[in-house]
């Protein structure tokens, strides 16, 4: 007897899934989770891996857009963006295991158990130990990328050794792939995986080269392979009418920029941000830049403060009642110091009521 249809969710553009969406993804959507990208140290040689070349194989390490200069800049990043969770990302975090188990156990330890951590591995590392650790130090949801058959080995021992955290896959969409995909889906199945996460395939100045020669196209003003999301979304399907336990969700690298990222900025951004500066859509911040007495005036007056060579950085609000007007628009930033150059700036102006 075959199995009873589950139904599908599609929000075009946001997501598709079939079954329960991971606690991970769920936080991702509300734009609550800090990044915190461990090193970029990994042993795998993914052709389509879009992480930046900067980035790629250094042992750097970063929290959302900054370098992570101590452990507790995490902390830091945490409590601007007034987050509920982070995401641990490389590389491959277990590549450099020590590091990895001290962020999650400062984490949990400063904002509590339900602060929610997800973990991305190829598993090439996932020892019984390193997973036992994860485990202890608080982990709550790991997410492997088997990048050869071999590493299904990895998926079921995290299956048998993990109790308390949530074992998912995540694999990007390979438009050329997708019978190899639903093989693999099948496979995660019939194992008990909970869920898999399929990701639109993201050009990048690391692989659009590599995609490219092997004959993928690009397009989109945030590149990206064309036949991924239809692909992605197609297995959505087949997964839902096949009745399968494990939940699909497909996420469109549209969705991480303009929805997830975006939320963390204005989230963080409405946060930090100075009672004169003003919170931009796009989560920047910006004031009107200008000198002159009556800028003098009004920042005295509370509507802004001098921000470097008798140049005042006002509201925006004020925008037609200073003259030589100049908005300057930056990201918010740990320090908070304002990016303003003073070239440029009007050289008076003056308050007009
Ligand atoms: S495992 Fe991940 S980080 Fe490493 S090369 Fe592949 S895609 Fe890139």
Redesign the pocket.
């Known amino acids: 007897m075959s199995k009873p249809a589950r139904p599908v969710r599609v929000l075009p553009g946001v997501y598709a899934y079939a079954g329960r969406l991971p606690d991970g993804c769920i936080h991702c959507m509300h734009g609550s989770k800090i990044v915190v990208f461990v090193t970029g140290l990994?042993g795998?040689?993914?052709f389509?891996?879009p992480?930046s070349p900067s980035r790629?194989y250094h042992d750097v390490a970063y929290v959302d857009e900054e370098p992570l200069e101590a452990l507790w800049d995490v902390v830091d990043e945490a409590y601007r963006v007034g987050a509920d969770g982070a995401s641990i990302t490389?590389?491959?975090p277990l590549a450099r295991l020590g590091r990895t188990l001290r962020v999650i156990k400062l984490l949990k330890e400063v904002f509590g158990d339900d602060f929610h951590i997800h973990l991305y591995t190829?598993g090439r590392y996932a020892t019984t130990e390193a997973l036992r650790l994860l485990e202890e130090a608080g982990l709550d949801e790991i997410r492997l990328?088997p990048?050869e058959g071999w590493m299904l080995e990895r998926i079921e021992r995290a299956l048998q050794v993990l109790r308390s955290v949530r074992v998912g896959v995540e694999v990007p969409v390979l438009p050329d792939r997708v019978e190899e995909l639903k093989q693999l889906i099948e496979r995660l199945d019939r194992m008990g995986v909970e869920f898999i996460n399929l990701n639109e395939l993201e050009a990048s100045e690391r692989n659009m080269r590599q995609l490219i020669l092997r004959g993928y196209r690009v397009s989109g003003s945030k590149p990206v392979v064309e036949g991924s999301r239809e692909a992605g979304e197609a297995i959505v399907k087949w997964a839902a009418e096949r009745g399968l336990r494990i939940s699909v969700h497909f996420c469109p690298a549209v969705y991480k920029d303009s929805v997830q990222m975006r939320l963390r900025l204005v989230r963080k951004a409405m946060r930090i941000r100075k009672s004169y500066e003003e919170v931009t859509p796009e989560g920047m911040l910006q004031v009107l830049v200008t000198r002159g007495p009556g800028a003098a005036r009004l920042a005295a007056e509370g509507y802004g403060e001098e921000c470097g060579g008798s140049v005042y950085c006002l509201s925006p609000r004020l925008r037609g009642r200073v003259a030589g007007k100049l908005v300057r628009r930056y990201p918010a930033l740990r320090g908070g110091a304002l990016p303003v150059e003073v070239e440029g700036v009007a050289e008076e102006s003056d308050y007009s009521p």
Do not use: I, K, N, Q
Request: proline share 0%.
């Open positions: 990994c795998d040689r993914c389509y891996c992480v790629l490389g590389g491959d190829s990328h990048t």
